[in-house]
C-alpha cells in the first residue's frame, strides 16, 4: 500500500470530524443531558449495532460499567450485542431481525435510553429495538450516518439523532467512535465536574 494512500485515509477522516464537529456538537450535547438524566433519575442504557456498530455499542457500556478516563462508581449500560446464547437462540428461534428487540423488551423501562448506532440506518434489527424502545417509552439516542435512512424516518420528538455527514462506512464509523467518547467524557464531566 501506498503512503499516499494511507496519508489520504487520515485526510478524508480529518475533513469529515471537521465538517462533523459542525453539526454534531448540539446533538451530542443533547443526547450526553439525556444520558445523564436517564442515570440520575436511576435509569439504565441499552445499546444495540450490527458489526462495527456492536463493537462501538460493547466499548460505550464498558466505559460507562467500568471508567472512561476518570475513576468512578459504575454505571449501568448493557450492550445487547453480547450474549451469544440470547443471540443465537433469539435468531434461531424467531429471527435475526429480534435479536435486539426482544432484549429491549425483556429488560427496558420507561425512562431508560436506548443507545442505536446503525452507520446506515436501515438496520432492520437496530429499527425493530427503536420500535420496542418506543412502545416502552424510552427516549432514543441514534448514531447513523448517510442521511439517516429509515432510522432518522421513525425518530420521535424526544429522540435525539446523531447523523454523521458522510456516505462511507469507515468514515462513519470513526466520527461513532468519537461521539461514544464525547459521550462518556460529558456524563463523566457532569458526574465529577470538568477537569
Not at 437462540?89 to 429471527?95: L, Q
Not at 458522510?166 to 467512535?177: G, K
Amino acid at each position: 500500500m501506498s503512503v499516499e494512500r494511507i496519508q489520504q485515509h487520515f485526510r478524508d477522516s480529518a475533513a469529515v470530524k471537521l465538517e462533523a464537529l459542525e453539526t454534531l456538537a448540539v446533538p451530542i450535547a443533547a443526547a450526553v443531558d439525556a444520558l445523564f438524566g436517564a442515570l440520575a433519575n436511576g435509569s439504565k442504557i441499552l445499546v444495540c449495532g450490527n458489526g462495527g456498530s456492536a463493537a462501538h455499542a460493547q466499548q460505550f457500556a464498558a466505559g460507562l460499567i467500568g471508567r472512561f478516563e476518570r475513576e468512578r462508581p459504575g454505571l449501568p449500560a448493557i450492550a445487547l450485542t453480547t450474549d451469544s446464547s440470547i443471540l443465537t437462540a433469539v435468531g434461531n428461534d424467531y429471527a435475526f431481525e429480534e435479536i435486539f428487540s426482544k432484549q429491549v423488551r425483556a429488560l427496558g423501562q420507561a425512562g431508560d435510553i436506548l443507545l442505536a448506532i446503525s452507520t446506515s440506518g436501515n438496520s432492520v434489527n437496530v429499527l425493530a429495538a427503536i420500535q420496542e424502545a418506543h412502545e416502552r417509552e424510552m427516549i432514543v439516542i441514534a448514531l447513523t450516518g448517510k442521511g439517516g435512512g429509515v432510522v432518522a424516518e421513525v425518530l420521535g420528538e424526544a429522540d435525539i439523532p446523531v447523523c454523521v455527514p458522510s456516505e462511507r462506512t469507515a468514515r462513519i464509523q470513526e466520527v461513532h467512535l468519537l461521539t461514544i467518547h464525547c459521550l462518556c467524557d460529558g456524563i463523566d464531566a457532569m458526574l465529577l465536574g470538568e477537569d
